[in-house]
């Protein structure tokens, strides 16, 4: 994933935070960086479970489930699930920059 894709993540991030922040007058109930992720870790999981019973109803054969939304829905859970994976990469690599900094 290139870091462009991870750059849109991001800003996607800021954006949800943003859009739970209480006025800036008042940011003492501004929600945590682990309660964001938890959010969009819950958000992932979401789209790969509504995937998969999609794909579930399309092969049982039902007729309210179209092949071109199957494979939207596959794709969405598919981008999402790498998106977070870059995320977390990403997290990684700062916090071992972190622990490798000398004090």
């Given at each position: 994933?290139?870091?462009m894709?991870?750059?849109?993540?991001l800003n996607q991030?800021?954006?949800?935070?943003?859009n739970n922040?209480?006025?800036e007058?008042?940011?003492?109930?501004?929600?945590e960086f682990?309660?964001?992720?938890?959010?969009?870790?819950n958000q992932?999981?979401?789209?790969?479970?509504?995937?998969?019973?999609m794909k579930t109803?399309?092969e049982?054969?039902d007729t309210?489930?179209d092949i071109?939304?199957v494979?939207?829905?596959?794709?969405?859970a598919s981008l999402?699930f790498?998106?977070?994976t870059?995320?977390?990469n990403?997290?990684?690599t700062?916090y071992q920059?972190?622990?490798?900094m000398?004090?």
């Amino acid at each position: 994933m290139s870091t462009m894709n991870v750059q849109q993540v991001l800003n996607q991030m800021k954006i949800l935070s943003q859009n739970n922040v209480i006025p800036e007058s008042n940011q003492t109930n501004r929600p945590e960086f682990s309660q964001l992720l938890s959010e969009s870790l819950n958000q992932v999981n979401e789209l790969q479970r509504e995937a998969s019973e999609m794909k579930t109803s399309f092969e049982m054969g039902d007729t309210n489930v179209d092949i071109p939304e199957v494979m939207i829905a596959v794709q969405k859970a598919s981008l999402s699930f790498e998106a977070i994976t870059e995320v977390r990469n990403k997290l990684l690599t700062a916090y071992q920059d972190v622990m490798n900094m000398q004090v």
